[in-house]
Each structure stands twice: as C-alpha cells, then as structure tokens.
C-alpha cells in the first residue's frame, strides 16, 4: 500500500508537498486543475519497470503504453529543461519485514516501508537522466537506513550512507554505470563492493509495488450484447472496462469468495457484485452466463425490477456498463494493490454517486478466503455526493478518519496548489475551502433576489391590468 507521494516539477505541479496517501484517498478540484498529473506520474513509473529496456529512465509513453506523456519537456513544470523532475514515493512492504544485512559487519537493518527519492535531470539530448537515486529504509514511520546513489561536481556517480559502510573490491577502482532505469542500481555497480547486494531487494521490491497499480479511466467501453471469453484471467479490468466481464467469469470459475468485511458473510464473486449492484439501487438482478452450452460466448442479462422482465445489458440505462468496471476491478485486483481511478460517478444518479462511497469503504476493508486485501483506492472524483456519504460513514465510525485521506487541487497562477482537507471524527471539513463545489451561497442569494425582483414585476403588472379596467 502506498503510504505517501511527493512531486516536484512535474506538469502543472511546481510542488505537490508531501501528500500523505491513506486506504481511501479521494482528490476533488477544478477541471484542468492537476488532479490527473498525481495518476499519470505513477503509471509512468509502473510503465518504466515494464519496459524491457533498463537503460531509459523514465518510460514517457508510446500508442501501447498505460500513458503517453509526451516529450520530457512537456512533462516538466513550465516545459523548463532547466527544472529537474524531483519524486518521493513510499510503500508498506506487505508480508514479513523487509531487511538489509551487512555480511562483513554483520549489522542488520529491518523495516516495514521503503521510500525512494529520484531526481531526473535532461540531458544534453533532452533525454531524463537519473542525477540522485536515495533508498530509505522505515520501521514504524522511523528511519533505519537511507542510501544515497548521486552524482559528484564532476557526474561521476557515487554510493553514500551514514548508516552503512559499502567496501570496496580489491583492485583497480572501477566507475559506477547508470542505473537500470530509475529505481536499480546495476549488477555490474553491485559487484563493484563487498556487501552491496541487498539493494537489489529494494529494487525488487520497488517494482512489486509499482506493478500493484491499476488504473480505471473515465471513459468506459460500451456494453456489448455478447462478450467473449475463453478461460483466461485478465490482469485487471482494463482501463476501460473492457475486460469487466472476463474478470467476473474468471474470478467465479476460481471459486473466489469475497465478504465486505470481518465477520461477514463470504459470497461467490459473481453473486458478490451482482448484489452490490442491487444495493446501489441500479438494478434488481444481474447475470453473466453463456449463450449457449460448451460456446465461449456469454451474455450479460439484467432485471431493472422486480416484476420486470430480463434483457441484456444493452437494453438498459447506461449507469450499469458505466459503474460496472469500477465495482469489479476494487474487488477483482489482487491483495495490496493499489486502484487509480478517474470520475468514478460519471453517468450516475446521485443517489448512486452517494452509494458508491459505501462501495470503496467496503472495498477497503473487504477479505477473500478470510484474509484481509489491503486494497487502496485513490479516487479523482467531482461527486459532492460521494463526499457527503463519506463524511457521514466517519461520523457513524464505519470508517476510521485515517483511514481517509481528502485533498482538494486549485490553480495558483502557472501552479497547481493541493490542500489537504482535515475531517475530524464526526466527519467534518474543519478547513472546508472557498468555492469547493461552486460558490452555493452565491447562488442561493442570486436564486432568492432574482424570485423576489421578478414577483415585484408580476405584482405591477397585476396592478397595471386592474387599473386598466
């Protein structure tokens, strides 16, 4: 799970400052404010430890990649090659803690986070260059162990720690390489010491964290009258939602079971969706089945109430091929993943946008098989809606106040600025800003004059006819 993000110069984002990321995050702001920049830097990580080539960096994107940014000058603060792309991100590393142990010395280091710092400078063919690669290894939010792997005056590149003593190899004292893309420090640097081998663990574990993003986008595919599948198990719901379906069979033919929470009941993962989406109040039933026996094609088939008749998917409002994608991939993606998502509520009813805040508190608190998932969801949404239900879920305490994280982004000038927002235990912005959701006292006040001039111009025109007559 991520824990915290940190970006400097990156878009719209001179600074971000440091963006503490909790189970649930949700990012309210304007259009075109930088809510979407936070997303698009992590999918470029994750894409970059994809990417088969270790020598670039950063992978910017190509018409196949997860995100396509462009030119790193059109991904720098201002497009200024002169600014350097600063990143912090830190993780829980799930399972056992992670550990660094010094053979020579014999001194251990153990920790249950790991951060890494990177700065990318261009170079002289405007290409990003790692300048400063820095590890630090946490227990219990308090430092163990940082590493530090940067350039000198003259961009040789050198290995540094106040904690740890790397030793060199006996003979000539090699330089060290670039390191493989932005996160690893090559075997050939490694090999160059001692006792430097447990840094690729860190790298190691770097990429398992980045892989654990997914990512739903704001526009989702169309429903179809017959999908597809053969057997296999998608990765994820795709960034449309095009594998939605898939993901559902594939998840129920491995007899996944889901619950929303401790001591809760475990249900089959197509009745588990199937009844989250009658308790949004979309539809009274939902089914995914085959059209026809021993085929590879399926139908999806719904109810809207109860005495009405099944049709398929197509034939109903679009909300449920909207909503769909989100509902399955918070519940489909593996244990300790993390889910970026975009706009969630588009094309929904209010109603449905509120519910859908009761979904994602579920989704972060819900177990497979009796384990815990350690889901996250950082969420860009403009639902004023999905913001009352959460603040009333911590009030009534079916959610922890840390364990929701709020920001709202506003433009400042070329800038981006981010507030987080503080609620308190009974659910209440202690800092709510200025027009969060539009200026609606402005509106009220303009609603209530605007009544009030036109019934003075009735009541004259009332007296005007009686004096007529």
Same mark, same amino acid.
């Given at each position: ?351 449905? @946008? ?21 889901? @996250? ?93």
């Amino acid at each position: 799970m991520l824990t915290s993000l940190h970006m400097k110069n990156f878009k719209a984002w001179k600074d971000t400052g440091p963006i503490k990321l909790a189970p649930l995050t949700v990012i309210f702001g304007a259009n075109s404010a930088g809510k979407s920049s936070l997303g698009h830097l992590l999918l470029a990580l994750k894409q970059t430890t994809l990417s088969a080539d270790r020598k670039r960096p950063l992978h910017l994107g190509d018409d196949n990649a997860l995100i396509d940014l462009g030119t790193f000058a059109e991904c720098l603060h201002n497009h200024d090659l002169q600014n350097a792309l600063e990143f912090e991100l830190g993780w829980k590393t799930p399972g056992k803690e992670l550990e660094a142990r010094d053979p020579l010395s014999k001194k251990k280091f153990a920790g249950d986070e790991l951060k890494i710092s990177v700065t990318l400078s261009a170079d002289a063919k405007q290409q990003p260059r790692v300048d400063k690669l820095t590890y630090q290894l946490l227990s219990k939010s308090v430092g163990q162990l940082a590493v530090n792997y940067s350039r000198d005056e003259k961009g040789k590149l050198e290995i540094e720690s106040n904690e740890y003593k790397f030793v060199r190899n006996t003979g000539r004292s090699w330089p060290l390489d670039e390191p493989d893309k932005f996160y690893r420090i090559s075997d050939q640097s490694r090999a160059r010491f001692q006792n430097a081998e447990f840094l690729s663990d860190f790298a190691l574990n770097t990429e398992a964290a980045l892989k654990s993003i997914y990512y739903l986008g704001p526009l989702r595919e169309h429903p179809k009258r017959i999908y597809s599948w053969s057997g296999e198990t998608p990765e994820s719901v795709g960034q449309k939602g095009e594998f939605a379906v898939a993901a559902i069979l594939a998840a129920s033919a491995q007899d996944r079971k889901l619950n929303r929470g401790p001591k809760k009941h475990l249900t089959r993962f197509d009745a588990f969706i199937a009844q989250w989406l009658k308790d949004l109040g979309i539809i009274e039933s939902f089914e995914v089945k085959p059209v026809a026996e021993g085929r590879k094609e399926y139908e999806v088939v719904v109810k809207t109430h109860a005495t009405a008749s099944k049709v398929k998917i197509t034939d109903v409002g679009f909300g449920v091929s909207q909503v769909l994608p989100a509902l399955v991939q918070v519940f489909y993606c593996p244990p300790n993943s993390t889910i970026l998502m975009e706009q969630p509520e588009i094309h929904l009813h209010p109603q449905v @946008q509120a519910e859908l805040a009761d979904v994602f508190i579920s989704a972060t608190q819900a177990r497979e098989n009796t384990k815990e998932r350690n889901v @996250q969801l950082i969420v860009e949404s403009h639902s004023e809606h999905f913001l009352n239900r959460l603040q009333r879920r911590i009030a009534e305490g079916a959610v922890a106040p840390e364990d929701v994280a709020v920001y709202f982004c506003r433009r400042a000038g070329s800038a981006t600025e981010l507030e987080p927002l503080r609620l308190n235990m009974f659910g209440e912005i202690e800092n709510w800003p200025e027009n969060f959701f539009g200026d609606e006292m402005a509106d009220i006040a303009g609603r209530t004059l605007a009544a009030m001039q036109r019934k003075k111009e009735l009541a004259k025109e009332a007296a005007n006819d009686a004096g007529s007559h």
